[in-house]
């Protein structure tokens, strides 16, 4: 049983890393392109978008949330005799996967964003 928990483990913190790097790749492209475009031709009404906001706000939330319980429960691991089962591990190591991919999506957008910002100033 401890094996299939290892083997779940291991896949879910290689699709993590994969995602961060797709995550670091698009960081990138968005430094690339403000630094062609220009910071300040970035208009700050593209962000006055209330999905925009509302769906970034709840990312950061969820994100916040997820590692506020595991600092809890890690907190608690330290400072108590309570020892962390493979169950627990598991459970964590998808907190973390689901972490991951809520920030490589929100750069995503913010790189969606600035595409658009890039061809819009390029066409005026």
Do not use: H, P
Not at 40 to 64: H, P, Q, R, Y
């Amino acid at each position: 049983m401890s094996n299939i928990f290892n083997l779940f483990s291991i896949f879910i913190n290689q699709t993590s890393i994969v995602l961060a790097l797709i995550g670091l790749y698009y960081v990138y492209k968005i430094w690339r392109l403000w630094k062609e475009v220009g910071i300040v031709g970035i208009k700050a009404s593209a962000f006055l978008d209330k999905k925009f906001l509302t769906n970034e706000l709840f990312g950061l939330i969820i994100v916040c949330v997820l590692i506020t319980i595991r600092r809890i429960y890690r907190y608690f691991n330290l400072t108590t005799d309570i020892a962390e089962t493979q169950v627990m591990e598991v459970i964590f190591d998808i907190f973390g996967l689901i972490v991951i991919i809520l920030i490589v999506l929100m750069i995503y957008k913010w790189y969606k964003l600035s595409l658009i910002f890039s061809f819009s100033l390029k066409e005026s």
